[in-house]
């Protein structure tokens, strides 16, 4: 199993361009998450999604955007990139809350 | 709004010396996890705690959850070089799936 993968590992933007962070998991769980972490900072929860069909906003929703249209795979989308979106962002899956979740490697956004 | 907070939030100690670190919720946990990150990496759990006054031991670690269920602690006993990383709290919601991480410890020990 390869767990959760993110990709890119790392990308620059300039302001006002757009991306999307992919993320998949190959272990079957129907909870996914996406979280930014700012230096010597906890994680923010961004968007959630307890099954195919289903997201929910987290702590820190304004300027993305996700869609989870299969189980494995939950991109998560920013549009029109801001300096305040620098930032690593990991993505997290798990079969439950009471469960472990599993987190991708991260990916490393600057916006200059 | 669930508000979880974690204190302190920087803690820089000499090796063999015993540490607390603390997790306080605003509302009544679901469940409370606690990770450990190091630099460049995801976190990794180390407990998961869901019925109020439980205690779990990992070895030097012992967790306490709060008879009420809003606080947590994470106490260190003869703390290791290699227990310097950011120690996270995690509340989780079983009605909607929601989970939210605390600010975060950072520890530093020093040999």
């Known amino acids: 199993n390869a767990g959760v993968t993110q990709t890119p590992k790392f990308r620059i933007l300039k302001i006002g361009q757009s991306m999307t962070l992919q993320c998949t998991q190959d272990?079957?769980?129907?909870?996914m998450y996406w979280y930014r972490q700012d230096p010597g900072m906890g994680l923010k929860l961004i968007y959630y999604?307890?099954?195919?069909?289903?997201?929910d906003k987290g702590e820190v929703p304004n300027g993305y955007n996700v869609s989870r249209s299969t189980t494995e795979d939950f991109p998560l989308r920013l549009e029109l990139a801001a300096p305040s979106q620098t930032s690593v962002y990991f993505c997290?899956?798990?079969?439950?809350?009471?469960?472990?979740?599993?987190f991708g490697p991260g990916t490393r956004l600057t916006v200059t | 709004t669930q508000l979880l907070e974690q204190s302190p939030q920087f803690l820089s100690i000499q090796e063999g010396e015993n540490l607390t670190v603390y997790c306080n919720s605003s509302?009544?946990?679901?469940?409370l996890q606690w990770y450990r990150q190091e630099p460049g990496e995801g976190p990794v759990l180390l407990v998961t705690?869901?019925?109020?006054?439980e205690v779990k031991k990992l070895k030097r670690l012992t967790f306490q959850f709060g008879d009420a269920r809003k606080d947590s602690s994470l106490h260190i006993t003869a703390a290791q070089p290699g227990d310097t990383g950011l120690y996270l709290c995690?509340?989780?919601?079983?009605?909607?799936?929601?989970?939210?991480f605390g600010q975060g410890t950072t520890l530093q020990v020093k040999p």
């Open positions: 997290a899956s798990t079969k439950g809350v009471t469960y472990e979740q599993y």
């Open positions: 272990m079957n769980h129907n909870y």
């Open positions: 999604s307890v099954g195919a069909g289903i997201t």
């Open positions: 509302s009544v946990f679901s469940s």
């Open positions: 705690v869901v019925t109020g006054g």
């Open positions: 995690a509340e989780g919601s079983s009605n909607t799936g929601k989970l939210i």
